[in-house]
């Protein structure tokens, strides 16, 4: 080899050591780089672990973690305060070593939600009515769920269980259904006395309502008697007292003035009382009325009540009323009665409008005025019978007895009540 070979030979021999150099010194560099990131990454993990150990371990509920094979990995200080086990303890011992759950009303094993989270990578719920049974044997009524961990790649790697001592709040569950309980209870006691009471009021108001229409019939029957003993007794007796008057009268000539004058005067009287005597006779129940028919009897009343109180009447009766049932004829005729006696006394209306119409099935029977008209408050009494007075409850028992209803419409510039009778 000459000598220009040899100086080739060692120039290539030395750059290829540089580049080896080289190389070397860029791997060592890369190397030193890599460890420095390394080392980083390792101090950023370590923070993140510590950062979250310290949340883990601040938070108020107890916290478990463990990892995919159900074994702890980490136990903060509240969780162990529960249960009775350190972390030292527990760490790489099975969950269900020392996190024992009941059913705590059938006593049977829970469902552990750690496995099922594994199984189903879902967040888990603690079944209702869970029971903690810590290290010394004391049960402790929890709530909570658990949760699957996943690292970057979003595989499972571990679960954490998250629970607390829910004791007070199943106390407070329980004594708020004790107390539902009780009220319920209360509240049946109350609905069946008041069943009770409103079945008893019932009873009392059906046999009211018999009595008032017993006292109804006795009252009816009662004018009836009454009106007989005027007409048959009483008048006949005032017939006789006529008779013996008008013999005296016939011989009046030997009586001085005075004398004649007093008998002239008592037989005038004695017709004035019989006229009266027959009118009360005819109000207290009018032989029309079973004779003629409703008709007649209310013409002939109207008529009379017109010129004794001075109050223009006006009646409309349709002409093809024919007859109706006694009963129904009577409690028309005493509803009629009891309308113009109050609109008389109280609606100081110069004049009344009764009208009697069919319309459909039914039999309608109204009196109108133009008076002043019924106060708002006493309104609302005469929609319930036991507050209406006489008058209207006695109209309301009539009716329904007979199936019927009564209305009361009523303002500032008049009066309308309608009776409903149904004729089917």
Known sequence: MDETEEKLLRSVALQNARAVLLARERAERELISTKEALERKSAELAEEREFFRVVLASVGDGVIATDTEAKITFLNPVAEGIMGWSSAEAIGQPLEKIFTIVDEQTREPAPNPVTRVLREGLVVGLAN????????????????????????????CGVVLVFHDASEQRQAEKALRQSHQSLSEIRDNLEKRVRERTAELAVANENLRGLSVSLMKVQDDERRRLARELHD??????????????????????????????VSDNAMLVQQVSSEIRTLSHLLHPPLLEIAGLPAALRWYVDGFSERSKLKVDLEIPSDLGRLPEDTELAIFRIIQECLTNIHRHSGSPTAAISIEHRNDCLIIQARDDGKGIPVEKQKKLTESSLGGIGFGGMRERLRQLGGTLEIESTRTGTVVTATLRMT
């Open 129 to 156: 009515h869970t029971t903690l049974i810590v290290r010394n044997g004391k049960e402790i009524a929890i709530d909570d769920s658990a949760a699957p961990i996943r690292d970057a790649s979003g595989r499972t």
């Open 233 to 262: 007794s009483v008048g006949q007796l005032l017939a006789a007292i006529g008779m013996n008057i008008e013999v005296v009268r016939s011989q009046s000539d030997k009586l001085d003035s005075k004398g004649a004058r007093a």
